[in-house]
């Protein structure tokens, strides 16, 4: 490739405005509203609106690095091994492999901007789970797409 040559991929250019959802795309996961803000094969990102007391045990994504910048509330999170706390205007940065969970406790809600790169599986996996309440179903479905959840009990405090 020449330096004066660009690549241009299957990001869409423009503006997913405030409010809105590319694509139309939403979905409620165990209480969680995902709102679809960008989507192309390289990344993907939504807002996550948690409700308190609300969580997403341990797992991991084989093949997608993971982030999530914090607008409001304060993320319980698991990374690795080692449990910290996450707040507004924190980034929070999970390489592919490694095993994190994230909780937003009491009564106060979350907000956060989460992205993955690649896309991979995950938004035929969101649309899958969206309104689905069986947890052993959510565990079976996400292990088909690229989601592995560690065994109940796996980590201390989750």
């Known amino acids: 490739m020449q330096e004066s040559e660009i690549v241009v991929g299957d990001l869409p250019k423009g503006i997913t405005a405030a409010g809105e959802a590319v694509g139309n795309k939403s979905w ?9 803000k960008v989507e192309s094969s ?34 319980t999170l698991y ?3 080692e449990w910290t706390t996450a707040g507004p205007g924190d980034t929070v940065r999970m ?16 907000k956060s901007l989460f992205w993955v790169s690649p896309t991979g ?11 689905l309440e069986d947890l052993d179903e959510v565990v079976r ?5 690229d989601v592995d959840f ?5 980590v201390p405090g989750a």
């Open 121 to 131: 599986k995950l938004p035929a996996l969101f649309e899958q789970l969206h309104n």
């Open 28 to 36: 409620n996961i165990l209480g969680h509203r995902y709102v679809a």
């Open 141 to 145: 479905l996400s292990a088909l797409h």
């Open 42 to 75: 390289t990344s993907f990102a939504w807002l996550s609106l948690d409700p308190g007391d609300t969580g997403v045990p341990p797992h991991l994504h084989p093949k997608q690095d993971e982030h999530i910048y914090v607008m409001e509330g304060v993320y």
């Open 95 to 110: 390489p592919m492999g490694l095993p994190h969970a994230y909780y937003v406790k009491g009564d106060q809600s979350g």
């Open 150 to 154: 560690l065994p109940p009990g796996s």
């Open 79 to 81: 990374l690795d091994g």
